[in-house]
């Protein structure tokens, strides 16, 4: 499975941003898909996923800020950043992997892409 992630790039405080992420080498359809970022020196935080009628999210996605979509015909997942901050820059990566179950709180994917740069500007 390659991921492919893009949209990233330079954006001004208070803006907003959607990150586009296709897979190939499998459909994707009974997978879970999702994204994370990574600000150097820091741990990968979980931003969010989506099965088939379920959605797992991130402390970011809870507050409203961030939220994921899915298009299963394309084989792709997409993630909305709204009301950016400065903080908010780093490094967006896709993930797919096992579905998860209607209980957990957590997602370890299983593949990544290389991921896509998001800076803030203040």
């Known amino acids: 499975v390659q991921l492919v992630e893009s949209g990233g790039g330079l954006v001004q405080s208070g803006g907003s941003v959607t990150l586009s992420c296709e897979a190939s080498?499998?459909?994707?359809?009974?997978?879970?898909m999702g994204w994370f970022r990574q600000v150097p020196g820091k741990e990968r935080e979980f931003i969010g996923a989506m099965i088939r009628g379920r959605s797992l999210r991130g402390v970011e996605s809870a507050k409203g800020r961030f939220g994921i979509f899915r298009d299963y015909e394309k084989n792709s997942v997409y993630v909305f950043l709204s009301t950016l901050e400065p903080d908010d820059t780093a490094v967006y990566y896709c993930?797919?992997?096992?579905?998860?179950?209607?209980?957990?709180?957590?997602?370890?994917?299983?593949?990544w892409g290389q991921g896509t740069q998001v800076t803030v500007s203040s």
């Open positions: 080498g499998r459909d994707l359809g009974g997978s879970a």
């Open positions: 993930a797919a992997g096992a579905p998860f179950g209607a209980r957990d709180t957590t997602w370890r994917p299983l593949y």
